[in-house]
């Protein structure tokens, strides 16, 4: 079975430049999540999308973070400017059912972001 | 929304039992309680999920006492690759808001 594809793998980039991340989830997985993980920390969730439409964003900084998931399958997740406290890894993660109820989740390896 | 409290950090040597116990007294009647482990460099996976009492399977066993306000991970004879972060996750909310803590970190010594 695929796994979460995500790429790239790493990304380098000046602050107040723009940036944006690539997901494929597991086919057939309704709900999508992406997620914020800053060095010596566990993942915050950034945004959960069920099929094309989002559930939860409450905690994606919108003046500057963006996502979106094409037909329900693929994610981008963009951010404009880019910050030095927005170094971390982002990770997709993708589960089975809609509703997302103690669901397993299954992650991408992350794209490693630096903001110099 | 249901926080949880474990340890930050632990150390075994390879071949003992190693158990990681989590604290969640406010957990909803219909959450399970899951876990995952997290290596340097990828992503969170799951390894365990259990509603009450015992579940075990190829990788480890989760106990979950009567009153659900705690469960503890127990692995097996554990190596030097099972060093990672260990985490306790009960969802909460109407949909799964899964929210990571900090972690275990468990450092398995030779």
């Known amino acids: 079975e695929a796994g979460v594809a995500q790429s790239p793998r790493y990304k380098i980039i000046e602050k107040r430049q723009s940036v944006a991340f690539w997901c494929n989830p597991i086919?057939?997985?309704?709900?999508l999540y992406w997620y914020q993980q800053i060095l010596g920390q566990g993942p915050k969730l950034l945004i959960q999308f069920q099929n094309n439409g989002v559930v939860d964003d409450s905690q994606l900084p919108k003046d500057r973070f963006s996502a979106e998931r094409l037909k329900g399958v693929d994610s981008t997740l963009k951010i404009q400017p880019a910050k030095l406290e927005d170094s971390a890894v982002y990770l997709c993660a993708s589960s089975l059912t809609p509703d997302g109820i103690n669901e397993k989740l299954f992650f991408g390896s992350g794209t490693q972001l630096s903001v110099l | 929304l249901a926080k949880t409290t474990q340890p930050i950090s632990m150390d075994s040597y390879e071949g003992q039992e190693v158990n990681i116990t989590c604290s969640h007294n406010?957990?909803?009647?219909?959450?399970?309680i899951t876990w995952y482990q997290q290596f340097p460099s990828q992503g969170p996976r799951f390894i365990i999920q259990g509603y009450k009492t015992k579940v075990t399977n190829e990788v480890a066993s989760l106990f979950i006492p009567a009153d659900r306000k705690s469960s503890t991970l127990s692995l097996p004879r554990v190596s030097l690759s099972d060093t990672a972060v260990y985490y306790c996750?009960?969802?909460?909310?109407?949909?799964?808001?899964?929210?990571f803590g900090i972690g275990t970190k468990l450092q398995v010594i030779p």
């Open positions: 996750l009960p969802p909460s909310g109407g949909y799964q808001k899964v929210t």
């Open positions: 406010n957990i909803a009647t219909n959450d399970y």
């Open positions: 086919s057939g997985h309704a709900t």
